[in-house]
């Protein structure tokens, strides 16, 4: 038997570079775009004596091959760690690539001081290494085992394989995988991890577009695209709708470009049309550049992302609808660019909002909570709901704070940020609360000219942002998701199943089980 060959590849996977290796056998060729591989998982040994310990499928494809997918490891001293794995070519007869990651410790479940299901998690970063291994190596179909949690594993495969080849010329169009589950029974959990998964792919394409190419008539037509064949009500709403509504502070900021501003509604009916829904509004910014107080060049293109929050909530909505979710759900995304100009707003001007409190808008550069105070009135005026929920890449005081780790949460209900808390530790995608004091209230209040300001005094731009919107919702229940560090691109802290240097759309998934909880509420 001829010597068998190694090569090498790299991936990140917990902020560590792991090294993929291919091992060919001799006589295999080149991997193909319709070849089939398989990822499977490998527990971590438990002490220095013992083995790594393959999952059950695992063991199947060792035992139809003899023994030689557990010598391929032995051999290569794997050792289980999570993240950590090979690709083997040539070990079995139906599928040209395997590919063995670690899952880590076997039974993990939540960690508290993580908040965290670890298990979950390991499952989806495990099934992304494996999935984008194989992707790499130019393998078409994709199957993964479910290592007992199928639907985190199509989240994590799903994740790990999308790419955004919209610009690139169809010689250099990325090879773009097909994930399934393989030998396991529960295929509504897979479903519902691609559903998930999709969703979360829809927020990254939409948000990672160029600022030419996602302009809010674009984003508008994107949502009609993806969200009429679904069954939910798309109401898209144009400049002459919004002079009607007297909605001026969203008009303030849009004005300074010549893209007319759009005012998305979309509805989703799943229960008794009589039934309350819960608010959603996404700050929908397709560019912003500071306006006036323009941001610094370096650096600016990221703000393509600013409505990554809008995105976010348009994948929601999809996967409300795949998911037939028992709930009424409104979204309002009001969509515009901020941008210099002539007739751009001047850092001091002071406008009326639909409630008649008045607010000044001393910093161009933090346009988002001016553009969502007339989408939040008009929301509560005209849906009545039974709870309000706000998403937005405000400040950069929750970036710094929490970095990529979390998204930030301010809530005036400690039931519905026990909600969120739950859904970030399930979905991998964590949340973290923050004050709302009326110690930041009194920042954004006590002024002698005007009601509001849209900065208020202070450095923890976060907190005030968000006293300056729970002055917006005073009486129903009330939550402020800021993005600022999770939702833009993906720099520090590399999730494994996501991507480099590319929009996270971020916390979609966290949104749908925030939602699945509030539908089917746990009867504990």
């Not at 959603?280 to 409505?307: Q, W």
């Amino acid at each position: 038997m001829k010597r068998m060959q190694l090569r090498s590849m790299g991936f990140y996977a917990q902020n560590v570079l792991r090294s993929v290796v291919r091992q060919q056998s001799s006589g295999c060729g080149d991997s193909k775009a319709n070849t089939k591989g398989l990822v499977v998982g490998l527990y971590q040994k438990e002490d220095a004596k013992s083995d790594p310990k393959l999952t059950p499928t695992a063991q199947k494809i060792d035992g139809r091959t003899s023994g030689k997918l557990a010598q391929l490891i032995c051999e290569t001293k794997l050792d289980g760690r999570l993240g950590r794995g090979r690709v083997f070519n040539g070990v079995d007869p139906d599928f040209s690539s395997v590919a063995v990651v670690g899952l880590g410790v076997e039974g993990i479940a939540f960690n508290e001081l993580e908040m965290l299901d670890e298990g979950m998690e390991n499952v989806r970063i495990a099934a992304g290494i494996g999935a984008r291994s194989l992707q790499n190596e130019g393998v078409g179909s994709i199957f993964v085992d479910g290592m007992d949690y199928a639907e985190q594993a199509a989240e994590g495969s799903s994740l790990a394989v999308w790419r955004f080849p919209d610009n690139l010329a169809v010689k250099n169009a990325p090879n773009l995988a097909k994930v399934s589950l393989f030998d396991s029974a529960d295929v509504d959990g897979w479903t519902r991890g691609i559903y998930k998964a999709d969703a979360q792919n829809l927020a990254r394409r939409l948000s990672d577009a160029p600022a030419n190419c996602m302009t809010p008539t674009m984003f508008a037509q994107a949502t009609v695209d993806a969200l009429c064949p679904c069954g939910i009500t798309v109401e898209v709403r144009t400049m002459d709708w919004i002079e009607q509504q007297r909605l001026t502070a969203f008009l303030m900021i849009a004005k300074g470009s010549c893209e007319p501003p759009v005012m998305l509604e979309l509805s989703y009916c799943g229960a008794a049309p009589e039934e309350k829904p819960i608010l959603f509004v996404g700050k929908g910014i397709t560019f912003n550049s500071g306006a006036i107080n323009l941001r610094p060049c370096r650096g600016m293109d990221e703000y393509r992302g600013s409505m990554s929050a809008a995105a976010a909530c348009v994948g929601m909505m999809r996967a409300c609808a795949a998911l037939s979710l028992p709930i009424n759900v409104t979204c309002v995304i009001p969509l515009c660019e901020n941008m210099p100009s002539g007739m751009s707003c001047k850092p001091g001007d002071v406008v009326r909002l639909l409630n008649g409190k008045t607010m000044a808008i001393r910093d161009l550069d933090r346009a988002g909570v001016v553009v969502l105070s007339d989408a939040l009135l008009y929301g509560q005026t005209t849906y009545n709901p039974r709870l309000v929920v706000d998403v937005a890449t405000l400040e950069t005081g929750v970036k710094k704070a929490l970095g990529g780790g979390a998204t930030g949460v301010f809530s005036n209900s400690h039931y519905i940020w026990k909600q969120f808390q739950r859904a970030g530790s399930l979905t991998g995608d964590r949340v973290w609360r923050l004050p709302l004091w009326q110690y930041y209230r009194r920042q954004v209040t006590d002024e002698l000219g005007y009601d509001l300001s849209n900065d208020g005094r202070g450095t923890a731009s976060s907190c005030l942002s968000a006293a300056i919107l729970h002055e917006l919702v005073p009486c129903a229940d009330w939550v402020h998701l800021d993005t600022r560090g999770t939702g833009l691109l993906t720099k520090y802290g590399l999730i494994a199943y996501l991507t480099a240097k590319r929009m996270t759309g971020r916390p979609t998934r966290t949104l749908i089980q925030f939602l699945y909880q509030m539908a089917c509420p746990d009867p504990k």
